[in-house]
């Protein structure tokens, strides 16, 4: 409850400055994103290390694959000797679907008030004093010339070009943004695939991980548009954003590490 009326409260304070609820969530996530960066670059430098291990950890497999006790002391001493965490690249996406459940909660709020399904009384519960509304209050949910309150199924029944245009474009985009992010992501093998890789080595559990891992480059991206389309147009313009600073964040991590 508290977190959610910190985010509604904020979300109100930044809309009243820009008179805008759509440039109002664009601010907002970067303004996340960027206060996540200090507990999300350690994992991301983590990650990125993983990363260029994996044709080592490879080698390691095909070398001890038939000693699971072996192999596993030797993994453990390559990731002791690179100063890395095989477990630290999960806080980002544990993060990341926290804040977006707690960002659905509370657009939601804004949603449903400009829609009319709460009243100024129940609005007023969310925001700390100085920011509760008189009644009367509206707020702009037009953005770009499309309702942050209509979704892309919405727009599609609707028959009208005009109203797809921005929602298609952000589901689209965002299911772009989140393969590519994944992309640079991916092991760090050169000449080869991972799965082609991982085909020489005597065990065949790291084929399977393999073989996940490069189904989900693609899964995830369409399981991201399937599922959006049930998502309000302010939903997927933050999940827009967030994923093209989640690329900004991998490429420049990228470069700081070379």
């Known amino acids: 409850m508290i977190f959610t009326q910190i985010l509604v409260s904020a979300l109100m304070a930044l809309n009243l400055v820009l008179n805008n609820l759509g440039w109002t969530v664009v601010l907002m996530t970067v303004i996340i994103k960027l206060l996540l960066l200090p507990l999300i670059l350690p994992s991301m430098k983590s990650a990125g290390k993983m990363r260029q291990l994996q044709p080592k950890l490879q080698k390691l497999t095909k070398q001890y694959g038939g000693d699971k006790q072996r192999l596993a002391k030797e993994q453990m001493k390559l990731y002791t000797s690179a100063g890395v965490n095989p477990m630290s690249g999960c806080l980002p996406q544990i993060l990341q679907i926290a804040v977006l459940i707690l960002f659905y909660s509370s657009f939601q709020k804004l949603i449903s008030f400009s829609t009319g399904g709460i009243g100024v009384d129940e609005l007023n519960r969310f925001l700390f004093d100085g920011l509760k509304v008189e009644p009367g209050?509206?707020?702009?949910?037009?953005?770009?010339?499309?309702?942050?309150?209509?979704?892309?199924?919405?727009?599609?029944?609707?028959?009208?070009?005009?109203?797809?245009?921005?929602?298609?474009?952000?589901?689209?985009?965002s299911g772009a943004l989140q393969f590519w992010g994944a992309k640079l992501t991916m092991p760090d093998i050169k000449g080869s695939d991972e799965t082609?890789?991982?085909?020489?080595?005597?065990?065949?559990?790291?084929?399977?991980?393999?073989?996940?891992?490069?189904?989900?480059?693609?899964?995830?991206?369409?399981?991201?548009?399937?599922?959006?389309?049930?998502?309000?147009?302010?939903?997927?313009l933050y999940w827009f954003i967030n994923s093209a600073m989640v690329v900004v964040q991998q490429m420049l991590v990228g470069k700081i590490k070379k």
């Open 137 to 173: 209050f509206a707020m702009n949910t037009n953005f770009l010339g499309t309702d942050l309150a209509v979704t892309p199924s919405g727009a599609i029944s609707s028959g009208l070009l005009a109203n797809m245009i921005l929602p298609l474009m952000l589901l689209v985009g």
């Open 196 to 236: 082609a890789y991982t085909k020489a080595t005597p065990e065949k559990g790291d084929d399977m991980q393999a073989a996940l891992r490069n189904q989900s480059l693609y899964m995830m991206p369409l399981m991201t548009i399937f599922i959006g389309f049930k998502f309000s147009v302010g939903i997927l």
